[in-house]
């Protein structure tokens, strides 16, 4: 796993090792040790949740710098959905924040929004011709698929084989350049992702659905918010560029894309603790009448996502105002627009969980563990570093801890050297006793 490239790291001098996040992670990915915090990289989704959870901002979801737009002759920018509900929509509308990202430097501006649109219409017709496994899992959410790729590989087989909106909407974005500008190649033109979390920088540095993104680099929302503020203080008569409606500005909050499937057996579920709840459920066959489940891990879909700036319940007020502004679509969804649409690489199973390669020596480590794991109290309090005592009794068989991190088994072993001690003072010979008679 160590060319895995992973979008949240660590800032080890802001680390307290003060245990917050290690309860939080999802995958077990994170322990403490040496007073620092440990990301475990073959276990981390990229999810975010240890960057909500660090009070002392130690985990850092990174993304490109914009210095990289220099790298190519021609630059387009894919504007997240999100991205509109950060602004106040009554003065900056999407037709200003799609003219202030051309005044910034992008030379073509293409609505993530429309891909949206169009893995709507994919999925639909996907549905309507495969009607043997229900649900299917939306696949636009890289932390989940990932997650499903770790914690549930059963339901790997469920995951939407449609690429997600960023993908489609890139090849799209570059094919409609050079469309209109003829005499540019494709490798002359970078696509960037503008982007509410780290998800994303992580699937186009290890892609999922194709075996290399058409995406060349990813910028976070909060490195754009004030250039974009400043351009748009400055329109007056924005560019007619717009390219979606309502129904792909939806897909920025939770049930926006399964409000847009042809079935009214449709579960929308946010918060990645929340999510594993519904796939173990589903993985325990306890949810048979759903055709579809659009699953994010940030609260509130991508308007919760750690690299956004406004307070989420707000954007989640102006994504109401867009319904009543705009149609459901600008334009119907063509046959070029579709072609491609679907996976080139199918996701595979993350083993985590293997302790030995020899199956024979796995099996035994799993015997230690059990065995260890019934000498721990049970009370998975995050004190000796791990978040949960069977996550200890793994690292204990794995030679990455020992027994006495578990500060109740350290208790107990100080306490029965101590009562060894008296009981080995009271045998000492006269000679050494000096309490005894004489002296």
Not at 197 to 210: D, F, G, H, L, Y
Not at 305 to 324: D, I, Q, W
């Amino acid at each position: 796993m160590s060319d895995y490239f992973h979008s949240i790291v660590l800032e080890e001098e802001l680390c307290k090792g003060c245990t917050n996040c290690i309860k939080k992670c999802p995958t077990d990915a994170i322990r403490v040790q040496s007073g620092k915090a440990r990301i475990m990289k073959e276990r981390c989704i990229d999810c975010g949740e240890c960057v909500r959870t660090c009070p002392y901002k130690a985990k850092v979801a990174v993304t490109d710098p914009l210095e990289k737009m220099a790298d190519f002759k021609y630059t387009i920018a894919l504007p997240a959905p999100t991205l509109y509900l950060q602004y106040d929509i009554s003065k900056f509308g999407r037709d200003k924040i799609m003219t202030a990202l051309k005044m910034i430097g992008f030379d073509y501006v293409y609505e993530v929004a429309r891909g949206a649109e169009i893995v709507t219409k994919a999925s639909n017709i996907y549905l309507e011709k495969n009607k043997d496994t229900r649900p299917m899992i939306s696949s636009a959410c890289p932390a989940i698929v990932r997650l499903i790729q770790v914690r549930f590989p059963s339901l790997i087989p469920q995951i939407m084989p449609i690429k997600s909106p960023m993908e489609v909407s890139a090849d799209n974005a570059r094919r409609e350049f050079c469309e209109k500008n003829p005499g540019v190649t494709p490798d002359e033109i970078g696509v960037f992702f503008i982007s509410p979390c780290a998800a994303k920088m992580t699937s186009v540095r290890n892609p999922i659905e194709v075996s290399r993104s058409a995406v060349n680099g990813v910028f976070s929302i909060k490195s754009l918010y004030f250039k974009l503020l400043k351009q748009m203080g400055k329109i007056k008569e924005p560019l007619n560029i717009l390219q979606a409606g309502f129904s792909g500005v939806r897909w920025a909050t939770i049930g926006g894309e399964a409000k847009g499937i042809e079935s009214d057996k449709i579960l929308y579920v946010d918060g990645v603790q929340n999510v594993i709840k519904i796939l173990e459920q589903l993985e325990d066959d306890k949810l048979t009448d759903v055709d579809f489940i659009e699953a994010a891990a940030c609260p509130g879909g991508c308007l919760g996502g750690p690299l956004t700036v406004e307070n989420m319940y707000v954007a989640r007020t102006r994504n109401f105002r867009f319904k009543s502004m705009l149609p459901k679509l600008l334009k119907e969804v063509t046959d070029t627009e579709l072609e491609n649409t679907g996976f080139e690489c199918s996701p595979e199973h993350i083993d985590v969980a293997t302790l030995d390669e020899d199956i024979t020596k796995a099996m035994q480590k799993l015997r230690d563990m059990e065995e260890l794991y019934q000498m721990l109290p049970a009370l998975d309090c995050g004190a000796c570093g791990a978040p949960t005592c069977r996550a200890l009794s793994e690292d204990i068989v794995r030679g990455k801890a020992k027994l006495t991190d578990c500060v109740f088994v350290l208790k107990d072993r100080v306490r029965n050297l101590a009562k060894e001690m008296m009981e080995l003072e009271g045998l000492l010979p006269p000679t050494l006793d000096n309490k005894s008679e004489g002296r």
